[in-house]
């Protein structure tokens, strides 16, 4: 058990012998705890250095070892849903030394990804995918003909969403050879591993249980009273020793469950169920942070970690004034109720859960039932708040669009990590809600400048008697003293900063202190004074105040931290030209392509949204 995470690389003699899985399926079953104790050490140290997903990879070294071990990857298909859990997977694929690479600019990415490595199968980052892209491979290789076995491993956070169900009813329906795994490190059944349980995983597993009861079909098959009696005997002793019987219901060959650090038993597993025919579900339990005694105590706090020695401290976020504005209002309106999906600690609602738990929902990982849930609370007259990140609510876009909008019902979304999001790169970029919720007619959208503005606008989005919705970016913006107010914004009305000539500046959410800095620098640099605005709102737009900036300005400059196309600069382009007002309009923001993982100011400085980029667009006006 370790205590400290190294500070130095480790020695890691059998470790540093396994560059590539086949060289791990040369060793002799008797090496692999020693690999998994090295591969455990090597990985506190490499995220001790880079930071990252932490947990979860730590809860996973035993079976990362089995299923190379027994899998002849990358010809077999692993895939890792989500991919949090992903690092031992990638350290034994040919990334080892690189490892501490991971999540910067052009390091490892934070995220199986197929271009990375031919190991990493499908591209992952957003959860439940994995059973129905393995069931799309696994039907595709029997259609060509191929061999390859294929196998999901996904947790038991990631089987709360809707999608992992479909993928298993449809797996259940075809028939298909493959493997899903469930890797279930939930402490409350952890009783149910034991002597018993290890003792009929090896049984069900095995082929002798297997080809007996195949035989055992065929012959009994013909007497239909007899058959029937088998079958419900089989399925009432199964059921009663495992907890299976949904996922036999379902189609599979529940098998389990089975201490998922016990890399012996997981080999023979692994290896009986290989060759099994039809849908195979292996229900493992293991402990997120295993081996790591800090991480096993508190495995919600080391999820992620970030590089020893970082500095601890931390300013005021987004999502801390979010969760602040929660626990005020919701002391004084007792309609508020805050739903999130499995996002409590990182949309900054842990006090209000404790504090509102009879009007916190947290509805695990299912953005399209949390969406709905809220609609159906506004019918009856309660305010509801859905806190969710920007890159999942992709996955609720027609719930936001038939369940809330068409409706027109009262529903206020806190639209976290919008625009890109640093390190976890592009599956995790908020990219895209302006783009996809501007053409929604009933919604309004608010783009907070700072964290002052972010708490008045989501006052304001509040109290609007519609769909609203303030999106705010990871991390913050200026640091600034936030005053906790009541106060409102008026819905649809931009600021201006400071009033200049010739050019204007429309800023779309936090972006603005990069503006800022560019339009000090050139008044500083050459005397020449910008207009600077705070647009606040995407949807509706200022079109007064834009059609003012046309009457004295020749040329407009739109910065916002959202993909160019459909975003708020279109937005403003979409006016002048429907009022038919000639004024040249430059806009700034995500291009159209994903922006890979780095730190947010490079990002931003990559995309021309720094204070640099936005001097180079007004020089080249000039």
Known sequence: MFQEIPTSRPSTPLLDSVDLPNQLRQLAANQLPQLARELREYLLFSVGQSGGHFGAGLGVVELTIALHYVYNTPDDILLWDVGHQAYPHKILTGRREQLPSIRTQDGLSPFPKRNESEYDSFGVGHSSTSISAALGMAIAAEKT?????????????????????????????????????????????SENVG????????????????SMR????????????????????????????????????????YIGPVDGHDLEALVRTLRNMRDLKGPQFLHIVTKKGKGFEPAEKDPIKYHALSPVGASSKKAKTFSNIFGKWACDTATLDSKFMAITPAMREGSDLVKFSEKFPDRYFDVAIAEQHAVTLAAGMACEGAKPVVAIYSTFLQRAYDQLVHDVALQNLDVTFAIDRAGVVGADGPTHAGAYDISFMRCIPNMVIACPSDETECRLLLNSAYQFNGPAAVRYPRGNASDVEVTITTETLAIGKGNVIQQGQDIAILCFGPLLK????????????????????????????????????????QHVITVEDNAIMGGAGSAVLEFYS?????????????????????????????????STGIINAVQSLS
Do not use: C
């Not at 993928?167 to 059944?189: E, F, K, P, Q, Y």
């Not at 002597?195 to 249980?209: D, E, I, R, V």
């Not at 079909?217 to 005997?233: G, N």
């Open 145 to 189: 003909g191929s061999n390859k076995k294929v196998a999901a491993i996904i947790g038991d956070g990631a089987m709360t969403a809707g999608q992992a169900f479909e993928a298993l009813n449809h797996a259940g329906h075809t028939d298909t050879d493959m493997l899903v795994i469930l890797n279930d490190n939930d402490m409350s059944i």
């Open 195 to 210: 002597g018993l349980n290890k003792y009929l995983a090896k049984l069900l597993s095995s082929k002798t249980y297997n």
């Open 214 to 253: 195949e035989g055992s079909r065929k012959v009994l098959s013909t007497i239909p009273h007899v058959w029937e009696l088998a079958s419900k005997t089989e399925e009432h002793v199964k059921g009663f020793f495992t907890p299976g019987i949904f996922f036999e219901e379902l189609g599979f060959n």
């Open 514 to 553: 990069e503006a800022k800095l560019a339009v000090d620098a050139i008044a500083k640099e050459s005397g020449k004074r910008i207009t600077l605005v705070d647009m606040r709102f995407v949807k509706p737009i200022d079109e007064a105040l834009l059609k003012t900036i046309s009457e004295h300005h």
């Open 578 to 610: 429907q009022e038919n007002i000639a004024i040249n309009v430059v806009t700034l923001g995500i291009p159209d392509t994903y922006i890979e993982h780095a730190s947010q100011a490079q990002q931003w400085s990559q995309m021309g949204l720094d």
